[in-house]
């Protein structure tokens, strides 16, 4: 991770002479190691091998969703809005941090980690760390171009993409670089303060948008033709979407609105008996059924006589393990009785996250247990 760390020495500089401090290179790339290891993990719970529809919902509803805890730009923009004020250089640096295809957000210095966890959990076999890469680069590549960050080159995908740094130009009055950019903060004159708010809002209410706008116009046929380049085969799709019969699903009504669903985190969607996710049911905006059969794009649900299309489900409801509940209660008695056994219990956890390659430990502790069969 330190390699990726040090190239922000190039990527972030005030008037090119005074580099950014030790602590923020550190604590950027902190996050992205953070962030990624738990985005991995929530890959991984979609399936052994996640198709493209599923992979697309992911980076919709968390690397660009601004509520998100996994939001791609948030180390960045947290970041820029700590400064009381901006001037015109650090505008400009804002979105170098975000779309360079070498130390932005969204090039090598913010994804490295994320493509690492990938391919160490899927496999250099599976399609799924090309998929992830074909989006990502593509919304990415179509900002440069069409924002003409450093001229808006063509950046071809699955490459080590680069801009010619002698046309990223800081002059104002340029028109080759981020024109529309720059005649946005350019209306805050000589207002620093002002300015920096003209960056957020250039940023939040456009840029972003343009981006989830990018990811929805990818079909899955382009998606297809990518992977035929390297080599490999798109996934097969899930029964209708990843839904099938049995499962508890989320689906819109009538009153459903996508900024309001936009706003929950991955831990009130884990809740969806109380919070935020009832406020919602409350306000007729979305509910949840038990799906009772699909066929083609109309699903129908146990003890319910309408139906809605595959388009309408946003997600599932995740079900309690056996046990949960009673283990929940377990570690916190534990905890109140004999506090130092907690870091033991976690130990033993942490064995059972990789069952194969512990596989002759957890035999033993199953064996102590009573879990595991003695040899004839």
Avoid at 47 to 69: C, M, R, V, Y
Avoid at 177 to 201: F, G, M, S, T, V
């Amino acid at each position: 991770m330190s390699k990726y760390v040090r190239k922000f020495e190039s990527f972030k500089k005030f008037r090119n002479d005074q580099p950014l401090n030790e602590e923020f290179l550190a604590s950027i790339g902190n996050f992205f190691k953070n962030m990624w290891g738990k985005a991995v993990e929530e890959i991984k719970k979609i399936g052994k091998n996640p198709d493209e529809a599923e992979l697309k919902k992911w980076i919709d509803t968390n690397p660009l969703n601004p509520k998100d805890d996994s939001y791609l730009l948030k180390p960045i923009m947290d970041e820029f809005m700590k400064k009381p004020e901006a001037n015109e250089q650090d505008c400009l640096d804002l979105i170098k941090n975000i779309l360079d295809p070498q130390v932005g957000s969204l090039g090598k210095q913010g994804l490295q980690t994320l493509y690492d966890g990938i391919l160490k959990s899927f496999g250099k076999e599976a399609p799924t760390l090309d998929i992830i890469k074909y989006y990502m680069e593509t919304i990415r590549n179509r900002a440069i171009k069409d924002y003409k960050y450093a001229g808006g080159p063509d950046l071809k995908i699955g490459t080590d993409a680069k801009v010619d740094d002698k046309k990223i130009i800081i002059d104002m009055k340029d028109q080759t670089h981020l024109p529309e950019y720059k005649k946005a903060i350019l209306a805050a004159q000589q207002d620093n303060k002002k300015r920096k708010q003209l960056a957020i809002d250039w940023v939040n209410k456009i840029l972003v948008v343009r981006l989830d706008k990018y990811l929805t116009e990818i079909k899955d046929e382009d998606v297809d033709k990518y992977l035929k380049t390297v080599g490999k085969e798109a996934p097969e799709a899930g029964p209708e979407g990843g839904y099938k019969p049995g499962d508890s699903v989320i689906y819109k009504r009538g009153k459903f609105d996508e900024n309001e669903w936009k706003k929950l985190t991955d831990e009130d969607k884990k809740k969806p008996g109380e919070g935020k996710m009832k406020e919602l049911q409350d306000k007729e905006m979305i509910g949840i059924k038990k799906v009772k059969a699909i066929n083609g794009d109309k699903v129908s649900f146990e003890d319910a006589d309408f139906t809605k299309t595959t388009e309408d489900l946003i997600g599932k409801v995740e079900a309690k393990a056996e046990g949960q509940d009673d283990l929940v209660n377990t570690l916190k008695d534990v905890k109140t009785k004999n506090p130092e056994a907690i870091k033991k219990l976690d130990d033993i956890a942490k064995i059972y996250q990789e069952p194969d390659k512990n596989k002759d430990k957890i035999a033993e502790i199953e064996k102590l247990l009573g879990g595991a069969e003695e040899g004839q």
